[in-house]
């Protein structure tokens, strides 16, 4: 084929891939801003943000093993400051008990804190810029400018025309090869013409050119870890030549850079240290060397739509599609009809979470992949007060469970440090980890009493593995990975639980989340036990093992202070009767047993259902933008679909700052990233999860069809959503009413299906499906 032709062929097919989806963030002009324009590509372990600029293109990048802090003198990493913690444990609680919280709090800040002066940040890697010399210098001088993410095949894209000669771009990271790929091709040939180099945020990093590859290595300042990048340049056509620390091509019809990243962290308790970084880049280097770019395209497209082609979602076609997005999103907060923007919404989320989080990989963090600084809001770290959770919870729901593995290896690898701080801070077995961690194993209480003593993140984080077994009916990764870690976890709370002035067993010390300081048996800690222990029943009961330890799990499970209605009708967030109506913090920590847990629902628990509504209408609807998304599940769970739809539109309301608000600022910047503000990830993937729940829920041992379907969504279908027991389900309405549903079954079991009030049993084998009407009548 000649290569004018194949420039051309080139341009038709970007054109066709811009027209072929609805699922496509786009603009007309390059990024200014990291956090609120430029546009996200990742495998899982490395990661870019494009700008798609006319004169220059940046591609700031990461690899989420690059990390400062770790393992040193800060007595987190041991389990709390003094040895004495344990000591005090006894002394805390019955001060507690006594209601001397002002004397409980001075003991422990004194002897359970860390100091968390070696925490750390998530790190910047670098920068990889392409100069174009003589090219155009902003869009004056250009015609057609699109820059785009493809979300239907995991490809970002630049397109614009100078003096009759169409420009194209093409990034994507690719997770079966482990590299980044950047391609820039013409239609006219020869005129390509491209300088390469690469700059480092961090102090004394070495950047040199080798022949067709710069080679970017350096040490993060302070804890010494090594990084390096390695960045081959392939030219067809023209001349490539390498300068000291660049490489310049001239006069040819393509260019194709290939990189790759990593560093020598190694996830094993105590060192974190050992990987042979420059080993693997050298291999991943070589082997995609070795592939022509059609191949490694074709390689990444077949992984990645192998996952986001699991569930599709129709809510409706708009005349505002074509709109760039940042435009789109306005007219939509302006109140323009347009269902496909949350349709684009969520599956902006399902992207997030391909790209952020992959086997063998690090967990995503408050930032997924994504970080342009040594020094992010929140350290970008690992929050386990819900940040981490929400991240996580659409990976079952929505067709991608490869994505939860890394968050599950992180759990268990949180064990080892665990069992210290257990020990260490409260003179008991099992593991515990507190309100945030990182990389290194940081499972001590934190600095603050608002925030620092949260000894149920362990807990909830093993929700994540029992959803895991529920959603896929794996029986031997229950066996073999997530009950050991699980039992381990309710061992804790087994030898902690206090017993209260009323003979209830409580969390103690314990604080509801940022919110109200310290007390005991807090409804957010006993809804999370709860959870814990009635999770461990389970796994337990279905692997037919350890009924003493089930029984003492029964017996101590009836004997947890449960949830608790207030004087206003609300769910108490204490368990002292202390709630202010008027109180709208972000946090509605208390509401746990409402979602993600199971322990209330309009059908079981009416009454504490309604209780919970109460303390929603209490905190309101505005918040950061996770807080909206977890409003948008809460009132998915209550079954008010139109309430949700509300809070997603709130979600949804066009952010421009990158200050931090910790009220009412939330919502969406013009690249879709969530704003709390600034930039947290949590809240996309909240929401993708709460779409999710106003279609399909299958908590309480049923699968309930279109439990809150909004008015707002009055046509359409779903394709491909999972639910507990081992279903993948389909569902299509019409006039807000089910048409027909399709659920097939992984595992062959019994399905009990909810549609309103009408409810049918449904008997499966292996991998059949079965066809539902309107009636739930079965075909």
């Not at 870019?48 to 393992?71: D, I």
């Not at 079952?396 to 968050?407: D, F, K, Q, V």
Request: aromatic residues 10%; proline residues 5%; glycine residues 10%.
């Amino acid at each position: 084929m000649n290569r004018p032709l194949l420039s051309l062929l080139v341009v038709i097919a970007f054109a066709c891939a811009a027209n072929a989806t609805d699922l496509a963030l786009h603009y007309d002009q390059p990024a200014q801003s990291w956090m609120t324009e430029a546009l996200p590509i990742g495998n899982g372990r490395l990661g870019g943000m494009f700008f798609g600029g006319l004169a220059q293109e940046r591609m700031q990048f990461n690899e989420n093993t690059l990390w400062s802090g770790g393992p040193g003198e800060d007595p987190g990493y041991k389990g709390g400051n003094l040895p004495g913690g344990a000591e005090h444990m006894q002394e805390i609680q019955k001060l507690l008990r006594d209601g001397k919280t002002e004397e409980a709090g001075d003991l422990i800040t004194k002897h359970l804190f860390g100091t968390m002066k070696a925490f750390g940040a998530y790190q910047a890697f670098g920068d990889l810029l392409i100069d174009f010399p003589g090219g155009p210098g902003d869009l004056s001088q250009v015609s057609g400018y699109r820059r785009e993410l493809d979300l239907s095949q995991g490809i970002a894209r630049v397109h614009y025309n100078v003096n009759g000669i169409a420009y194209d771009r093409e990034y994507f990271c690719s997770f079966p090869d482990q590299v980044m790929v950047l391609r820039f091709t013409c239609s006219k040939p020869g005129a390509m013409n491209l300088r390469f180099h690469i700059t480092s945020p961090h102090a004394g990093a070495a950047i040199t050119a080798k022949g067709d590859t710069l080679v970017l290595r350096g040490k993060v300042h302070g804890n010494n870890m090594e990084f390096q990048s390695l960045a081959q340049v392939r030219a067809e056509g023209g001349s490539l030549a390498a300068t000291a620390d660049a490489i310049e091509v001239k006069g040819a019809d393509a260019v194709t850079i290939i990189m790759t990243a990593a560093t020598d962290y190694l996830p094993q308790y105590p060192v974190y240290k050992g990987n042979d970084y420059q080993a693997s880049n050298q291999k991943n280097l070589k082997a995609a060397a070795k592939k022509s770019y059609a191949a490694l395209l074709a390689n990444h497209r077949k992984d990645y739509q192998s996952l986001f082609n699991r569930v599709e979602l129709d809510l409706g076609k708009s005349a505002n599609a074509e709109l760039p997005t940042d435009q789109r999103l306005i007219a939509y907060h302006q109140g323009a009809d347009d269902p496909g923007m949350e349709a684009l919404f969520f599956q902006y989320g399902r992207y997030l979470l391909i790209s952020s989080s992959r086997p063998g990989g690090m967990p995503a963090n408050l930032q997924g992949l994504w970080n342009d600084s040594n020094e992010p809001a929140w350290s970008s770290d690992y929050h386990d007060n819900i940040n981490l959770q929400m991240i996580y919870w659409p990976a079952e729901a929505t067709g991608l469970s490869e994505c939860a593995l890394p968050l599950i290896d992180f759990i268990d690898g949180l064990r080892k440090p665990g069992r210290v701080t257990a020990k260490t801070c409260y003179g008991v077995n099992g593991w515990v980890v507190h309100f945030t961690t990182n990389p290194f194993g940081y499972t001590a209480p934190g600095a603050n009493l608002n925030y620092g003593i949260f000894p149920v993140a362990g807990a909830w984080l093993c929700q994540h593995l029992w959803e895991h077994y529920a959603f896929t009916q794996d029986r031997d990764y229950l066996k073999q990975r997530a009950y050991p870690i699980m039992k381990e976890a309710a061992q804790f709370w087994v030898e902690h639980l206090y017993e209260d002035a009323d003979g209830t067993l409580v969390s103690s010390p314990c604080a509801s989340p940022e919110h109200g300081g310290i007390a005991a048996g807090c409804a957010m800690d006993q809804e999370i036990i709860y959870d814990l222990f009635s999770n461990c029943i389970a796994a337990s009961t279905v692997l037919d093992s350890d009924a003493e330890f089930r029984a003492k799990l029964v017996a101590l499970r009836e004997r947890l202070s449960g949830p608790k209605i207030g004087k206003y009708g609300q769910l108490q967030e204490w368990k002292e009767d202390k709630d202010d109506p008027k109180d709208t913090h972000r946090h509605a920590s208390h509401l746990f047993a409402l979602h993600p847990g199971h322990q209330i629902s309009p059908q079981t628990t009416p009454d504490l259902a309604a209780a919970a509504k109460k303390s929603l209408e209490f905190r309101g609807d505005g918040g950061t933008g996770w807080s909206m998304a977890w409003k948008i599940n809460f009132w998915a769970r209550l079954l008010d679909g139109d309430h949700a739809h509300l809070m997603l539109h709130n979600q949804l309301t066009p952010v421009g700052g990158t200050g931090t608000d910790y009220s009412n600022g939330g919502g969406t910047y013009p690249n879709l990233f969530d704003a709390h503000p600034p930039f947290q990830i949590d809240g996309n993937f909240g929401a993708t999860t709460a779409i999710a729940e106003m279609l399909l829920q299958s908590q309480n041992d049923e699968v309930q069809l279109l439990p809150a379907l909004p008015k707002a969504w009055a046509k359409g279908q779903v394709k491909g959503l999972r639910a507990r027991g081992g279903f993948e389900v389909d569902e299509k309405w019409s006039d807000g009413k089910l048409v027909s549903a399709a659920i097939r079954s992984l595992g062959g079991k019994t399905c009990k299906v909810r549609y309103g009030q009408k409810v049918v049993m449904a008997s499966f084998k292996p991998g059949a499906t079965v066809h539902l009407d309107a009636s739930l009548e079965l075909h």
